[in-house]
C-alpha cells in the first residue's frame, strides 16, 4: 500500500441534534442464530436505499439491533414503524441523539451507500465495482469519521494497492494438485495439502484458516449456487462478484477461532493467502 501524502481533514457544522431523535431497532427472536447478523445488516442497507433521510448501523456489539437516526417529522410520519412492523421487529421510544450514535450511523451509513463505487475492504474502501478483477495498482482510501456536538470531522487518507485475484498456489497447493483439482468437478483439496492454510476475507479483512477447497457448495451453506453468494454479498455490501467465473466455480470453507471454529464457506475470490497479501 502506498499512501505518501498526509490525510485530508474536511469539517462540517452539524445541524441542531435537538431536531433529531434515534431509535433502536430489535430483531425478531424467531430468525436463527445462523441468519440473525445477515439480517440485521440487510435491513440496514434496505432502509438506506428505501429512505435517503435516514441514517442507519448495527448497534455495536450485537448481531440484532440496529441504530436509526432521523429528523422528528420523519419518525411521527409512521414510514419506519409501519417497515419494521411488516419485518416481525419492534422499535424501542425514541431518544436524543448523542454523538457517538451519529458517529457509528454516519460511518455505516456512507460507507453502504458509497458501494460499489468505493467497497469495504477492511479498513480501506477501493474504488469500482470491478475492483475484485483488477491485478494492477488500484486506488483506495481510509475514511474516518469523528463526531461531537457541534461539527464532523472527516479524514480521507488517499493511497494506491494491489488486491489482485487469488489464485490456489498462493496457498502453499503443489502442482500436481492443483491439477487434479482443474480437471475433475467433484475434487476437493483437503486441509493437509494446503501449506497455507490462513488467509484474509471480505469484506472484514478478518483471519480464519482454510478447512478444505472445492468446486461444489457443501449441503450445510445457506447458499445453492454461485447467483446465490453475488446476491448475498450485493444484499448485504453493495459488492458485484465477478460474472466471468467460467464453467467451474471454486469454493472455500474456513473456519474462524474467533467464532468457536465455525465453518463458513466463501468464494475463492474473496479470499487472499496470508502470504501472497504480505509480499505485495
Known amino acids: 500500500m502506498n499512501n ?11 445541524p441542531d441534534l435537538h431536531r433529531l431523535c434515534a431509535v433502536r431497532i430489535i430483531l425478531s427472536d424467531g430468525v436463527a442464530d445462523t441468519a440473525i447478523r445477515s439480517t440485521q ?3 440496514c442497507r434496505q432502509l438506506l436505499l428505501l429512505h435517503q433521510d435516514i441514517l442507519t448501523s448495527p448497534v455495536p456489539g450485537t448481531i440484532n439491533q440496529i441504530w436509526v437516526v432521523m429528523s422528528i417529522p420523519f419518525y411521527k410520519a409512521g414510514k419506519l414503524n409501519a417497515y419494521v412492523e411488516k419485518h416481525g421487529a419492534k422499535v424501542e421510544d425514541p431518544q436524543r441523539v448523542i454523538p457517538v450514535i451519529l458517529q457509528n450511523c454516519l460511518s455505516y451509513s456512507l460507507t453502504a451507500r458509497l458501494a460499489p463505487a468505493w467497497n469495504k475492504t477492511g479498513h ?5 465495482r470491478e475492483f475484485l478483477s483488477q491485478r494492477g495498482k488500484q486506488s483506495a482510501i ?5 463526531v461531537t456536538e457541534t461539527q464532523v470531522c472527516l479524514s480521507i487518507d488517499a493511497c494506491t494497492i494491489r488486491l489482485p485475484p487469488p489464485e490456489l498456489r498462493e496457498f502453499g497447493i503443489s502442482p500436481s494438485i492443483i491439477k487434479d483439482f482443474d480437471n475433475h468437478k467433484n475434487a476437493v483439496i483437503e486441509g493437509h495439502s ?3 492454510k490462513w488467509c484474509y476475507v471480505l469484506p472484514s479483512m478478518k483471519m480464519g484458516k482454510i478447512v478444505c477447497i472445492l468446486h461444489t457448495i457443501p449441503p450445510d451453506c445457506p447458499f445453492h449456487s454461485y447467483e446465490d453468494f453475488q446476491m448475498h454479498w450485493d444484499n448485504l455490501y453493495g459488492y458485484k462478484l465477478p460474472e466471468d467465473c467460467g ?6 470453507s ?6 468457536g471454529g465455525k465453518i463458513l464457506t466463501y468464494p475463492l ?9 504480505a509480499a505485495l
Open 4 to 14: 505518501p501524502r498526509p490525510p485530508s481533514l474536511f469539517f462540517i457544522t452539524l
Open 41 to 43: 445488516i440487510k435491513m
Open 124 to 128: 480501506l474502501l477501493v474504488q469500482g
Open 142 to 146: 481510509v475514511l474516518n469519521i469523528n
Open 194 to 196: 494446503i501449506l497455507n
Open 247 to 252: 464453467d467451474i466455480e471454486i469454493y472455500c
Open 254 to 259: 474456513i473456519s474462524f477461532k474467533m467464532m
Open 269 to 277: 475470490r474473496t479470499t487472499w493467502s496470508r502470504h501472497s497479501l
